[in-house]
């Protein structure tokens, strides 16, 4: 056993003083000696008792995302209608849009009633004397003119005074008088609907069906004219145009001419 003041080394000890250095200029040096030998380990040691169980954690951040996507998935009652809400303020009027494709035409509408008779006019002038004469005789150069305008009858055998007028297709009356009008109008392939029109209101109509040959609708009445009234001839219905000309075998003559004078010249 060795004291305070000792350093043991190997079988050697070398005394030191604890309040005094080594006498001399020299120190003493100390070698450190050889690890010794490891003991065997121990017996284990007895086994400790279990701790408290710790509360539970809450729910993380993920669980709680997890659970609300499960409730949204989940069919929910309807809830109930809330209250109407209030109109809202007129917007901004918006551009305006492209013009739409024309329609097409609508069924004729009754005929109106009858109007009041208009107040009587100046008398006429007619200085053609007492051996007046009116009349014309004419024929078409074209089938299936178009509905509901003038036909043109372009072919003329006879104009007494020139009152009819081939580009318009009208009579105008130059003078006053009773007037015969007749035509008669070869029609194929087509039906035919035609009048006769004294001032743009009809006096005769003539309707003739195609029955796959030809055919020859015709009419003729009497009107008192007077001056610059207009007679002609049209066709009333779409699609009835059945009016046909032949330059070879076959034509289409409107025709008319004064009867008498209605006023002494």
Request: a positive charge; proline letters at 7%; one cysteine or more.
């Amino acid at each position: 056993m060795s004291s305070p003041n000792q350093h043991i080394h190997g079988s050697r000890e070398v005394a030191t003083s604890p309040s005094s250095p080594p006498s001399g200029s020299a120190v003493c040096q100390v070698q450190r000696g050889l690890p010794g030998t490891p003991e065997p380990l121990g017996l284990p040691g007895p086994w400790a008792l279990r701790g408290l169980q710790g509360r539970m954690a809450r729910a993380g951040r993920m669980e709680r995302k997890v659970k609300r996507e499960m409730e949204d998935r989940e069919p929910r009652k309807p809830g109930v209608n809330g209250r109407e809400g209030v109109f809202g303020k007129a917007g901004r009027r918006g551009l305006k849009g492209l013009r739409g494709t024309p329609g097409g035409s609508g069924k004729r509408g009754p005929k109106g009633e009858l109007g009041d008779v208009g107040q009587q006019g100046a008398p006429g002038g007619c200085n053609c004397g007492s051996a007046a004469r009116s009349a014309f005789s004419v024929a078409v150069t074209k089938s299936y003119p178009k509905e509901r305008l003038p036909i043109r009858f372009s072919r003329i055998m006879l104009n007494e005074g020139n009152h009819y007028n081939a580009s318009s297709g009208k009579f105008v009356c130059a003078v006053p008088g009773v007037y015969y009008f007749t035509y008669d109008i070869t029609l194929a392939n087509k039906h035919l609907a035609i009048g006769l029109l004294h001032n743009g209101q009809y006096k005769i109509r003539t309707f003739d069906a195609n029955t796959g040959n030809h055919d020859v609708a015709s009419g003729s009445t009497v009107l008192q004219l007077q001056q610059s009234d207009q007679v002609w001839l049209q066709i009333f219905y779409a699609e009835q145009n059945g009016l046909f000309f032949d330059p070879f075998w076959t034509d289409s003559t409107f025709t008319g001419f004064l009867l008498y004078l209605t006023r002494s010249i």
